[in-house]
């Protein structure tokens, strides 16, 4: 069972450019949603998903688009890179309304 | 979350109870009280969550004050991989976890 799955690990990306980060989760999760981490502080609502179809803004939203065609992917797109992205970026997965939620192992991404 | 504050750090001398506090004075009656703790260059980890009455499980017990506008993580006896940093998290509809300050906890044997 592997959980919550993030890919690229880590990412390097130009000032402009755009890029997607994967997440994946094989629990048949309901609910998924994604964090930023920026150093020092906690994390961060960007957008997040009650099920596949459905998608809303969190606390961070602006410069982010997701889309949720299936249960198990969340993808995260980033339409034209900036410095200030620069974070770790966490995705997450839960079952029901306020349960435990599961975090993937995050996505380091730096913005020159 | 700028209305979940948590003072930003803890000692606690192993296997001895650690009392990690949270203020959460804005919560909103079906907010859902949740902790984690996270170490470094990983993911948070679950580690207890509650409504109203107090919480306890395997890893750490939660007692949640009367008006619900404060939360105590209590570890029973602190080990040396009890050293993390844990956010307090206030949780809304749809599952939107809104994260606090975060304390980190130092154990020293």
């Known amino acids: 069972n592997a959980g919550v799955t993030q890919t690229p690990k880590f990412q390097v990306l130009k000032t402009g450019q755009s890029m997607t980060l994967q997440c994946a989760q094989d629990m048949n999760h309901e609910y998924m949603s994604w964090y930023r981490q920026d150093p020092g502080m906690g994390l961060r609502l960007i957008h997040y998903s009650v099920g596949a179809g459905i998608t809303d803004q969190g606390e961070v939203p602006n410069g982010y688009n997701v889309s949720r065609s299936t249960t198990e992917d969340f993808p995260l797109r980033l339409l034209s890179a900036a410095p200030s992205q620069t974070s770790v970026y966490f995705c997450a997965s839960s079952s029901q309304r306020r349960t435990e939620a599961f975090f993937g192992q995050g996505t380091r991404l730096t913005v020159v | 979350d700028a209305k979940t504050t948590q003072p930003n750090s803890m000692e606690s001398n192993e296997e001895e109870p650690v009392h990690l506090p949270c203020n959460h004075s804005?919560?909103?009656?079906?907010?859902?009280i949740h902790w984690y703790r996270q170490l470094p260059s990983q993911g948070p980890e679950y580690v207890i969550h509650?409504?109203?009455s107090n919480v306890n499980n395997r890893m750490a017990s939660l007692a949640i004050a009367e008006d619900r506008k404060s939360s105590t993580l209590i570890l029973h006896r602190a080990t040396l991989r009890d050293a993390a940093v844990y956010y307090c998290i206030r949780v809304v509809t749809g599952n939107q976890f809104y994260f606090g300050t975060g304390t980190s906890l130092t154990v020293i044997p």
């Open positions: 509650g409504l109203t």
């Open positions: 804005t919560i909103s009656g079906t907010d859902y």
